[in-house]
């Protein structure tokens, strides 16, 4: 119904831009989490770009949803172009939407496991456990989305279009 309204094209420039927005977020959020560091205030004109904390459980889950969006990036500008063959669609949308799902679920799972102090816990009067708790169930919804939004490689044909489009709103909300 609302597709026929400015047709495909523009559904996909609009998630597109909807994905730069995201990426900015989760670079402010990774950037947030290396300045957090110990020592990361010391000298400020010594700060990098990028750094590498392999000991952190913050910059690994702030690294991991960074990386995410950008397969999100690839996905939606791809998807853009109407005319993709069935295994263009599948190789360059599909995939990469995929791949940036499992990352969602894995920078949420190292996310929750930071703020819960283990696998478990019931702290219902933290804001960060809802927080944390509510970008683990949209990391779900993105899941169920790059699931149901499965391409052929052979017909080009989506598994469930709204079921997809489901997932990636409450997914897009949840964040």
């Given at each position: ?87 263009a669609a599948h190789q360059h949308v599909w995939r990469p939407d ?78």
């Amino acid at each position: 119904v609302v597709l026929g309204a400015v047709g495909a094209r523009w559904d996909a420039v609009t998630y597109f831009i909807g994905s730069l927005f995201f990426t900015s977020a989760a670079f402010l959020t990774y950037r947030e989490a290396v300045d957090a560091a110990a020592g990361a205030q010391d000298n400020p004109a010594h700060r990098r770009f990028f750094v590498y904390q392999p000991r952190r459980i913050d910059w690994w889950a702030t690294a991991v949803q960074l990386a995410g969006t950008l397969y999100f990036n690839v996905s939606t500008g791809v998807a853009v172009h109407t005319d993709l063959t069935a295994q263009a669609a599948h190789q360059h949308v599909w995939r990469p939407d995929a791949i940036g799902s499992a990352c969602f679920l894995v920078a949420s799972a190292l996310a929750w496991y930071e703020v819960c102090h283990g696998w478990t816990a019931w702290r219902p009067r933290s804001w960060s456990w809802w927080i944390t708790l509510i970008n683990l169930l949209g990391s779900v919804a993105f899941g169920v989305s790059a699931v149901a939004g499965y391409i052929s490689p052979v017909t080009g044909q989506l598994r469930n279009a709204e079921r997809a489009n489901l997932g990636t709103l409450i997914g897009a909300v949840c964040f």
